[in-house]
């Protein structure tokens, strides 16, 4: 598909589409209002108004200075940086070539949003790792102006290992839009840790889509944590193509005041001897409310391959809501799947023993959010970013508003994560960093 | 016998008559207390100052749990005659995180289990309320382990999530733990040696013992069983049935408990 044919396929399936394609949620999935994409124009593409790269690079620095992260990219409304590091391109969409298009993972008949990501990316990101190479980037996507559409496309070769780390931030003054595509592949052997944290603010919808595809005995480490945007919508998937690979995912929701979530997760293991795991956990209080689905299908032929899919959910007020729907397919026998959701509000009892130990609702709450996201958060291996993550869930634990970069909390966190090592880990790096 | 109680109380406390610098005093005055309209606490009076040391025991189902609930602030309970005080100030007002700043600690008599929460992270969060943000972490760890030790507790326990499959003996001796480390002004224990076996009650009683001392706290032990207080020293022991103190006295009241159970008092009353 040429770039001309690519472009007027993503805008007829934009329009043409429904908003849930899959029969099995069509009646679980969140809305997004016409107001956060009613300003899109199709028409031209000189649709993002001003760069703003002062309104960027202040953010930069903010969220530099106070959680200690620098970036190799960042991406704004109308701006791209240098990247510092010759592994990251910078790709016109308008100029690649048939086969380009032809390879991406996310076709635009796949998804409304995907078709509406695709027709309004311009610039595209592609990291490239050849074979046995390390290496770790970090990228930032800010939205400072109405909308900011992004995909990123690795490729990691044989025994490679690419360790991304993608904030997406936002200081949207209106409605506004952020869409990303993730597509990664990963070669024979090759590794792959992939951190997304989504810390828009409260005037932006998120629309995040990842797809990924495991060859034989790679590996593809997932962390998403979505706690920005006033809705979130987002849809996931991994491939396990190749016997022995390996996909590992958590994912966490933290939703306050009336934030919406709606996360679909399908994990498919299509070879011999593949492993994977998806964990959602998601905390939510005053009105959120959050949709999370996780799908596992084993597909015939996958022998001896195991699959588990784990969902749960804890609201802090019983305004708050959620449907927790996973799901699961075997076409093979051989194989070993679970898959659980349980979802609960926490009783008065505890909340009446955690008071009793002098605390609040507040710091209840706190701690709470730190036992029942802290599993997945901890998984990460950049110390830096789990305490920036958790930085982020206290202050909006505290303040509720989204979208916030706060400085590092000053509170001891001895995270615990049930396994000693990653314990002690944290509590020497805890002295670093503070 | 109530007479003769209230003497003995005016006797050795004798803090009324003292200049009070120091001292606290946690009083309970004509307390009537109901949940869902029905009263379960019927009119009671109780008076227990810094390091003194008060054993309540009554038949099962007396309140004894109620009262260790209404004085820690539970919602679901109702004040509706009397007062709680806490050096002449009422608390009724003060919601139960208020109550434990002010150095009130209740052990529960059945602690609940919360997943996820860890247990070193939870004394750390309850310290840093109290006591202010814990300033030298491995001070802190180091305590939390010296004081499980002093708990004969197993190893590792630490680590887990809050009371999440400890063994009953185990909750106990972690609620004591939690003494330990919040150093309480007064200290309701609701059954701190019930479902211990015959040689954890002996160290959760040192412990409990010590940790008093070392912070000169009040003691309101609830027991059903008097084994514990061979290994403790209590001062005044109160008889609650129904809702209401039907006797007071030195630890000699135990005695008559043991051989004439409740009845005894039942009748006096
Ligand atoms: N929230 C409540 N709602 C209704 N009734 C209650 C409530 N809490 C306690 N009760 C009742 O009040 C009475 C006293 O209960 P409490 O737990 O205080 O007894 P107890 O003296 O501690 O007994 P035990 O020795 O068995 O622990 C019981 O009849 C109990 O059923
Ligand atoms: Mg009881």
Redesign the pocket.
Known sequence: MEYNDFLSDAKGNYKKLPEEKSELYKKNYIHIPEEYVEFIDFESNANYGASDEFAIRSYEKGVAERMGIRFDLVVGSNFVSVPKNMHIEILEAGSMEKEFFDNKLFKSVDDKFAALINAKTEKIIRIKLGEGEKENFNIMFVNTSRQLFSQVICEVAEGAELNLFEWHGSDAQRSSVQGIINETKIEEMAKMNLVVLHNENENTAVLDMHRGTVKSHGSLVQHFAYIGGRITRARGSVDLNGSGAHTDNAEIVLGTLDQKMDICTDIVNAAKGSLALLDSKAVLSDTSRCILKGFASIKDGAIASRSFVHERGLLLDNTAKIDSIPGMSVDEYDVKATHSSATAPIDEESLFYLSSRGMNKTQANLLLVDGFLGSNITKIKDTRLVYAISSILHDKVINKKCGIVPELSKEIMLIETGNEEDGERLLEEHYKYR | MKRMVRDCLRSTTSIDDVDLVDSMILEIKNLHVC??D?E??KGIDLKIADGEFHVLM????????????AIMG?P??KVTQGDILVDGKSILELKTDERAKLGIFLQF?NPVEIDGIGFVNFINASHGAINGPTKDVKKFLSEIKERSQRLHMKDGIQKRSLNQGFSGGEKKKAEILQMGMLRPKFAIL??PDSGLDIDAIKVVAENVNEIAKENGTGLLV?T?YSRILNYMKPQFVHI?SS?KIIAEGDSSIIKTLEEKGYEAFVNEG
């Open positions: 949940a869902e029905k379960i606490i009554g038949p099962n189902g007396s309140g004894k749990t109620t009262l260790g609930k539970y679901k309970l008599q609701d059954e609830i059903h609650m809702g």
